[in-house]
Nanobody
Framework: QVQLVESGGGLVQPGGSLRLSCAAS????????MGWYRQAPGKQRELVAS???????TYTDSVKGRFTISRDNAKNTVYLQMNSLKPEDTAVYYC??????????WGQGTQVTVSS
């Protein structure tokens, strides 16, 4: 059973920073590219950043220059460093494979709230 456990969210003021972590069990981490997704209230879940096994990264335009995705293959963990946070970054953040794979369930996510 593959498990994804996200952590590191919280309440932060605009302009602040957070670092999210995602621990992945099983063999998926060593095989697949991983990504961070987010879902804001009333909106569809979107992919915001991804990283291949070799470390190649991609970002959606709205977070380029502010977010950095990284992975530690030895720890089966993927990170998302978020700087210069904006209210529109408020969402539940999830990690998962990229692309999504049948049989890999979503974790509980971690809430990020950007507000003064």
């Amino acid at each position: 059973q593959v498990q994804l456990v996200e952590s590191g969210g919280g309440l932060v003021q605009p302009g602040g920073s957070l670092r999210l972590s995602c621990a992945a069990s099983g063999t998926i981490f060593s095989i697949f590219a991983m990504g961070w997704y987010r879902q804001a209230p009333g909106k569809q879940r979107e992919l915001v950043a991804s990283i291949t096994r070799g470390g190649t990264t991609t970002y959606t335009d709205s977070v380029k220059g502010r977010f950095t995705i990284s992975r530690d293959n030895a720890k089966n963990t993927v990170y998302l460093q978020m700087n210069s946070l904006k209210p529109e970054d408020t969402a539940v953040y999830y990690c998962n494979t990229v692309p999504l794979r049948v049989g890999v369930k979503w974790g509980q996510g971690t809430q990020v709230t950007v507000s003064s």
